[in-house]
């Protein structure tokens, strides 16, 4: 079983940063895939962000060079600092890790831009 724990979600102004945390417990190796996804309301859930093993991101087109996600294997924690955040970011922003077998998610942690 795996468990994951977002954390650093809240109100901040366009133009602002905020730093995400996921926690993760359990069956976990440092060769699992993670990620961040988001659904801002009335939206479907998207990818935002995924790292390999080897820390390399991949990001969405609208979060490039704003976004960054990182990987601390040696605290089973996930990461996503986000800087010059724009309204349009607002959403509950989500931690997963893909294993053969499925995915896990997090309860998500919500992300408010605004003024």
């Known amino acids: 079983q795996v468990q994951l724990v977002e954390s650093g979600g809240g109100l901040v102004q366009p133009g602002g940063s905020l730093r995400l945390s996921c926690a993760a417990s359990g069956n976990i190796f440092n060769t699992d895939v993670m990620g961040w996804y988001r659904q801002a309301p009335g939206k479907q859930r998207e990818l935002v962000a995924i790292t390999t093993a080897d820390g390399h991101g991949n990001y969405v087109d609208s979060v490039e060079g704003r976004f960054t996600i990182s990987r601390d294997n040696t605290k089973n924690t996930l990461y996503l600092q986000m800087n010059s955040l724009k309204p349009e970011d607002t959403a509950v922003y989500y931690c997963?890790?893909?294993?053969?077998?499925?995915?896990?998610w997090g309860n998500g942690t919500l992300v408010t831009v605004s003024s």
């Open positions: 997963n890790l893909k294993k053969t077998i499925g995915d896990y």
